[in-house]
């Protein structure tokens, strides 16, 4: 079975500190997406990033940043210079045919506070 | 673009009422909805993936007769929760997927029993 393991549940910083969110998967597909969703208190998620499991290619945005490497089955995430409104809940999310196409499995989400 | 809805945003009932949640896609045809559940400081779990025109296909652990899923075009879903109970209170989420892999999410409704 597809899982995801997101081992880090809270982690708390000061203001433009970096920090990098870890994320496992666990899947037997050879074609598949991982994905990062933040959540913010009021509860919609927001969607960061898509990427399928042919494309290793690290992915900049702004000062977001996300490391692909399937040879430890890790897509972790890193803000760069955090600031208070990156505080959130954020999701590693993975899908892909064993669980049945486009069905998402989620980790346990890792609670980010950026304290100002 | 892809933008879904979903209405109530919160609701409160009863024990033992009924409540219906809908979910929309604004614009796009959505081939495949799915509904989750989300507890406090908890992740989303899977309850149902529904396919226009289908049955839902419910998650082991989900009883099918207590959220009852329509799926009757393509761009309206509705979950109701029937004979609501306090346990049944938690963060509502639909998505919706079009032909690709990509889901659509919506606000979420979230559902207190009292």
């Known amino acids: 079975a597809q899982k995801v393991t997101q081992a880090q549940t809270e982690i708390s910083v000061v203001e433009k500190e970096d920090v990098t969110l870890d994320c496992v998967y666990e899947?037997?597909?050879?074609?598949?997406?991982l994905f990062w969703y933040k959540q913010p208190p009021s509860g919609e998620l927001v969607f960061l990033i898509r990427?399928?499991?042919?494309?290793?290619q690290n992915e900049i945005s702004g000062r977001y940043s996300w490391n692909f490497q399937k040879s430890t089955s890790s897509f972790n995430f890193t803000i760069t210079a955090s600031q208070v409104v990156d505080s959130a809940v954020y999701f590693c999310?993975?899908?892909?045919?064993?669980?049945?196409?486009?069905?998402?499995?989620f980790g346990q989400g890792t609670r980010l506070t950026i304290n100002p | 673009g892809a933008v879904v809805s979903q209405h109530p945003s919160r609701v409160i009932c009863k024990s033992g009422t009924s409540v219906k949640i809908e979910c929309r896609s604004l614009?796009?045809?959505?081939?495949?909805m799915f509904w989750y559940r989300q507890f406090p400081k908890q992740s989303l779990m899977l309850m149902a993936t529904?396919?226009?025109?289908?049955?839902?296909?419910?998650e082991q652990g989900v009883e099918k007769d207590k959220f009852l899923i329509n799926h009757a075009s393509l761009t309206l879903s509705t979950l109701t929760v029937t004979s609501a109970h306090p346990e049944d209170s938690s963060f509502y989420i639909c998505?919706?997927?079009?032909?690709?892999?990509?889901?659509?999410f919506g606000p979420g409704t979230r559902l207190t029993v009292t």
């Open positions: 990427r399928n499991s042919f494309d290793e």
């Open positions: 899947t037997r597909d050879t074609t598949y997406y």
């Open positions: 998505s919706a997927s079009g032909f690709g892999y990509e889901q659509y």
């Open positions: 614009d796009f045809q959505a081939t495949t």
């Open positions: 529904s396919n226009e025109g289908s049955k839902a296909t419910y």
């Open positions: 999310a993975l899908s892909g045919r064993e669980e049945g196409a486009q069905k998402l499995v």
